[in-house]
């Protein structure tokens, strides 16, 4: 099977790449024109230039294709608000739909994120079935994903559109290049963390859920979503283990809500007036003091969704930042 993968060369995408490749698909790697892909340009791919936001190059991208994973995307919360994220994220993917209709192809995977879920405690942690509910936060690249996520379940619905939907929650692993989630790691070692924030997430190993995503191309039901998730964690229990890991002074100071949204309200006010990222914005805080924790029950019986230790995904972080001088 020939498979069109966009967003080939990010975090993820590189990570999905890989487990294709090592499964004997053939992968067309949709990349943007003039951006450096060096990982992929030594990968047995087949390498087209092209945009999502350009439905043409989209579809001739799609042509003799038997299945699409839509991975790019977006993912800055810097600004909160922000035009282009709507547009790659919300027309991007009505782009790759109208694509994937056009060619015909037999599977769509489309990549949300465990955000378009609502979220809950360990207790009783978010599912799929949960509405949507990090709308409070005003950060456009949640919300574009879930105005993205009602595109894909319309064109399910109305259009017969053959998709199965994967939602990963927070990802640890290789190929980290940004860096993102490797930034929690790299940020602790360079002791720029003073404390840990009352919240938490649900943690899983990037390679874990590119199987799943893989998995989805021939397993799984159209129209429906599988949260990719593994660990429930507080953000006190994941730097302990980053700290284990990689030798990182541990982090002992318990950060008040308070404080930490008076401080993220400080940076944003100050970010909007010199135009330079803050280091943590006001919609940072808000979400750094929620618990999103999930269950991956879903994914796990119908995805064959891995769930090896989150250890694994950080220690192969801590690795691929270290031997590309992140770190240093």
């Not at 992929?40 to 791919?45: C, P, R, Y």
């Not at 799609?62 to 977006?74: E, S, V």
């Amino acid at each position: 099977m020939k498979i069109l993968l966009t967003g080939a060369d990010g975090f993820l995408g590189t990570n999905i790449t890989i487990e294709l490749l090592n499964r004997g698909y053939q992968v067309r790697a949709l990349i943007e024109p003039n951006r450096n892909s060096q990982i992929i340009d030594n990968l047995n791919v087949e390498k087209i230039s092209g945009n999502i936001l350009n439905v043409e190059e989209i579809t001739n991208a799609a042509a003799g294709c038997d299945a699409i994973i839509h991975a790019a995307a977006l993912t800055s919360i810097w600004p909160a608000r922000s035009s282009i994220v709507n547009k790659v994220n919300i027309e991007g993917t009505r782009n790759v739909i109208l694509a994937a209709l056009e060619s015909g192809v037999k599977r769509m995977v489309y990549i949300g994120t465990a955000n378009t879920f609502g979220f809950g405690n360990k207790e009783n942690p978010g599912h799929e079935g949960n509405p949507y509910q990090a709308g409070n936060y005003k950060v456009d690249y949640l919300d574009s994903k879930f105005k993205a996520h009602l595109l894909i379940i319309e064109a399910i619905k109305t259009k017969n559109l053959p998709c199965v939907i994967v939602n990963p929650t927070f990802m640890f692993g290789p190929f980290d290049s940004k860096p993102s989630s490797g930034e929690m790691i790299r940020s602790m070692i360079k002791n720029k963390i003073p404390g840990y924030t009352q919240g938490g997430r649900n943690f899983i190993k990037v390679k874990d859920a590119a199987v799943g995503i893989v998995n989805a191309i021939t397993m799984g039901e159209v129209g429906e979503c599988y949260i990719l998730g593994n660990i429930n964690l507080s953000y006190k229990e994941i730097f302990e283990k980053i700290s284990s890991i990689t030798g990182a002074k541990p982090l002992k100071l318990s950060l008040p809500k308070w404080a930490v949204l008076s401080y993220g309200f400080i940076n944003s006010t100050i970010s909007n007036i010199s135009g330079k990222p803050p280091s943590v914005s006001y919609e940072m805080a808000k979400i750094s003091n929620d618990q999103h924790f999930f269950t991956a029950a879903k994914a796990i019986k119908h995805l064959d969704l891995p769930q090896n230790p989150i250890e694994e995904g950080i220690q192969e972080c801590y690795e691929w930042l270290n031997e590309h001088g992140y770190l240093d």
